[in-house]
């Protein structure tokens, strides 16, 4: 774990925010504005607590429980592919981060979106099978900083970095106050794969047997769902340790456009069994042609539309607290086109996030 571009430990002090928030300008006034305009640094939450309140901040009180006044969302990237070097992939999710800033910053700002701010990143500098990187202390300090947003700010989205980026998510959740003893707290991975194998240490592989082996011995309880699983990538071993785990999952096989009622359908049970969400979106389970940035493009793939559909049935269902986008290698990307997939897709969690839980049609 390195000091990253913007160090911000317990301070008062907003970090400078990332040149990557800059774009195109049309003029002045909310009709022609972008997010590269609306997007400010935060202070960055230390010891799970919220961010001290600051002009720049997008909320005037740290304190407490989200969702007083203006609808806020706080980012924060993980610039880390050292799990998925332990993973033996294809290294260079650690410029997720930037390259997603990048594509978020000329998206139009949707009224209703609110505050928006950024905590900037935190590093983990990839090691190698002599010496491996300190991923378990970047996954420490990314959790610890989830929790203090998640209890200052009403949704808190993750720029990855590889899925590693998936157990700071997880336990920077349960260590907020949105999660209590006895709270169903809930995981929709969209994935090809299910990310739960047994492995000497942490990797992109592991998050979501780790998170459900901590559940264990804990008050929370901990349900876990997979859109996209391609029983062609996945051993016979990992589909066993998922039953074993009761996950739930549908396969790539079935989430495709002419059934995405039904897909929709499934997510929404299983939402509605849990009191708080999050969705975390591997971009490998788009189609190769769709997102080629990523180290394990799917030789199948789940139309960007399915993805899509179940990507809001979670935000407009009251209960996402926190999601993250993972697995963006900007070096294996053509034209782009994975990281504009990828905003496309915090666009709409942002812009469409409901904070109450409302009869959706
Ligand atoms: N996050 C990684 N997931 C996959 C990668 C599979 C592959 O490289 O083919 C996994 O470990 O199963
Ligand atoms: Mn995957
Ligand atoms: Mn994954």
């Not at 407490?64 to 609808?71: D, E, R």
């Amino acid at each position: 774990m390195t000091a990253d571009r913007a160090p911000q430990p317990a301070s008062s002090q907003p970090a400078a925010l990332s040149p990557a928030w800059t774009g195109r300008t049309d003029g002045d006034g909310p009709a022609h504005r972008r997010w590269h305009e609306s997007v400010r640094p935060t202070v960055r939450p230390a010891d799970g607590n919220p961010a001290a309140g600051s002009a720049a901040d997008g909320r005037s009180s740290g304190a407490g429980a989200p969702s007083s006044g203006t609808h806020s969302t706080a980012l924060i990237g993980f610039a880390s592919d050292e799990g998925v070097r332990r993973n033996h992939g294809r290294v260079g999710a650690e410029d997720g981060p930037e390259a997603l800033r990048g594509a978020l910053a000329s998206l139009a700002y949707l009224e209703g979106t609110g505050a928006l701010v950024d905590a900037g990143d935190v590093s983990v500098d990839r090691g190698d099978d002599d010496a491996p990187g300190e991923l378990e202390a970047g996954q420490a300090e990314l959790g610890t900083v989830v929790s203090g947003l998640l209890n200052a700010h009403d949704l808190a989205v993750v720029l990855g970095g590889g899925h590693e980026t998936a157990y700071a998510s997880i336990t920077g959740l349960t260590g907020s106050t949105r999660v209590d003893a006895g709270t169903r707290v809930g995981i929709l991975n969209l994935d090809a794969h299910f990310d739960l194998r047994e492995a000497p240490r942490p990797s992109s592989g592991t998050p979501f047997l780790q998170a459900l082996r901590d559940a264990e011995g804990a008050e929370h309880q901990l349900s876990y769902a997979v859109v996209g699983i391609s029983e062609a990538n996945n051993t016979r071993a990992l589909f066993d340790t998922a039953r074993e785990r009761g996950v739930t999952w549908v396969t790539d096989e079935q989430a495709q456009t002419a059934d995405v009622t039904g897909v929709r359908r499934w997510v929404r049970s299983f939402i509605t069994a849990v009191d708080v969400l999050y969705l975390t979106i591997d971009l490998d389970v788009l189609p190769a042609a769709v997102a080629p940035g990523v180290s394990a493009p799917a030789g199948f793939g789940v139309p960007y539309e399915v993805i899509h559909a179940c990507t809001l049935e979670a935000t407009q269902s009251g209960k996402l607290a926190l999601a993250d986008v993972v697995e963006l290698n900007p070096s294996l990307d053509v034209d782009g086109r994975t990281a504009k997939a990828a905003a496309r897709l915090i666009h709409t969690i942002v812009s469409r996030h409901r904070t109450t839980t409302a009869l959706l049609a």
